[in-house]
């Protein structure tokens, strides 16, 4: 299969008369693809090429980054249902051709030990290239010492978590300490923003008064203490003169944490989900069927219309910088398991694979945002700030040839007996969205025509990511 590979990879293709959107402008051009790279972009370039796509009428993208995915993760006795495999040919499939992958340190083992246990799920399954974020939950000295080693072996971003007390959070002078760390070697803490402690009182309280429908997982992870952890996080990245990237934000109060540090000059990064821009919370706690609530169990969780015209409002104006998915996928049969007690469903839902198509048409579409902010939330943005641009994130010559041929007048169906996710079902059900991803190349290759998947299996590779280098 790699010799596949390299074989589709060095082929010259030439993409004819489409427009080309970058996050900077847009232009009508061909692309022309040799040795991997985009070689030329400009008009009418001559052949010959051994491929000629006709984009006539349709938009060139940068293949998508997404920076927030959970593949082949354990939890406890099981694991997410998408391995790096599958996985990565549903993202493939909706025009993701990076994704940035967390690998979880388990405690008393080190960071490295995470690291190379994620790369052999990785190495040789994945479809498109990959990198990783190392999740600390173990800060003994030894640990904060591999920060550094982490950063020089291109993997310079780390997950902590101000929620889960006693698995996955970190205390407050644990996270300066890590905070303090990176600022020194070139990191970036992604930060998990709930309060975990408080969190978990509400949680133990409303079991006990027989509160235990999965609607009530919303209730008992109120707004309030996910912006207070956003507040707090900030704080201390202040302090410690370090950036800090927040994940899925969910709420208008967190956001406005966000906004505000940004406005005084922090170096604040927030990143939001489709979830989280497109569903709502239900009315009430008890206002679904516990099989239907059960699959909208994420945390932070759902919330209500108010927080979802202030993510847009955010995305739009530059509060938000990057829509990752936060996929984290799991059966309905694993999903059931916590119908009787919401505080046992396993956390999190899929969405790798329309990730693209739901912001096109919820956002260009609907006039939300121009087609080059969304290829710079999707693309752009992520590459910049993971350490991947401009390989990545751009259609540019010397990029990557990551590209996604989009027809705006197509329409994409989402349903779980057609999506390509390992999971039984699909958050955004019988939707029919405007635009449709027809060809995607991964590094010169053609791996999907027409929504079919046609790359060699396991053709991407590892990226080392550079430094984190704040804007100017």
Known sequence: MF????????????????????????????????????????????????RVIDATGRLVFPGGVDVHTHLDMPLGAIRTSDD?????????????????????????????????????????HAAIDFGFHVCIADLRPEVEAEIADMVAAGVPSFKLFMAYPGRMMLDDG????????????????????????????????AVRAGHTAPGYHATTRPAALEAEAV????ALARLAGAPLYVVHLSSAEALAEVAAARGRGDRVIGETCPQYLLLAAAATPDAEDARTAARTVISPPLRGRASQNALWAGLARGDVQVVATDHCPFFLDQKAVGHADFSTIPNGAPGIEHRMALLYDAGVASGRLSAERFVEVVSAAP?????????????AVGADADLVVFDPSGETRVSAATHHMRVDYNLYEGRTLAGAVETVMARGGVIVERGRFVGPAGGGRFLARAPFIPEP
């Open 3 to 50: 010799a596949v590979s390299i074989i589709l990879s060095s082929m010259r293709v030439l993409i004819r008369n489409g427009t080309v959107v970058n996050a900077t402008g847009r232009q009508q051009a061909d692309v022309l693809v040799e040795d991997r790279r985009v070689a030329a972009v400009g008009p009418a370039i001559p052949g010959p090429a051994d």
């Open 231 to 234: 507040h707090r996080g900030i």
């Open 84 to 124: 790096f495999g599958t996985g990565t040919v549903a993202a493939a499939c909706g025009g993701t051709t990076t994704v940035v992958d967390y690998a979880v340190q388990s405690r008393g083992h080190s960071l490295r030990e995470a690291l190379d246990e994620w790369m052999a799920r990785a190495a040789g």
């Open 383 to 395: 590459a910049r700030t993971f350490g991947l641009y401009p390989r990545k994130g751009v259609v």
């Open 174 to 205: 644990e996270i300066f300490r890590v905070l303090r760390r990176t600022a020194a070697c070139g990191g970036l803490v992604c930060l998990h923003a709930e309060n975990g402690t408080v969190i978990d009182l509400l949680v133990r309280e």
